[in-house]
């Protein structure tokens, strides 16, 4: 799930992302995951942003913080088919 898994595969995988961040090997798998099957629904923890994001720099991988915001959909523009839906005066 996004926007993790797109993080995870730009800083070298799980098992980098683990070793930078400190935190169990499993973590980063969870992340990816969403929350009715026990992950973070697509985002990482905030605690972890500062040094993902220094290690990138560090690195030059490009990583920005909001790179970290959570995915948000764009409804989609429902048509009602062609033509002019104003309103006009009766001739």
């Known amino acids: ?3 993790a ?3 995870i595969e ?3 995988g799980p098992k980098v992302v683990s070793t930078i961040t ?3 090997y ?3 798998y969870r992340w990816q995951h969403p929350r009715d099957k026990g992950g973070t629904g697509g985002l990482i923890p905030q605690k972890h942003h ?3 994001l220094a290690y990138a720099q560090e690195n030059g991988i490009p990583l920005s913080a909001s790179d970290f915001l959570p995915v948000v959909r ?3 523009p429902v048509s009602y088919g062609g033509g002019d839906h ?3 005066p009766a001739e």
């Open 10 to 12: 730009r800083l070298g």
């Open 22 to 24: 400190g935190a169990a």
């Open 74 to 76: 764009q409804p989609v």
């Open 50 to 52: 500062l040094i993902l």
């Open 5 to 7: 898994a797109a993080i």
């Open 86 to 88: 104003t309103s006009r």
């Open 1 to 3: 799930m996004e926007p």
């Open 26 to 28: 499993t973590a980063p």
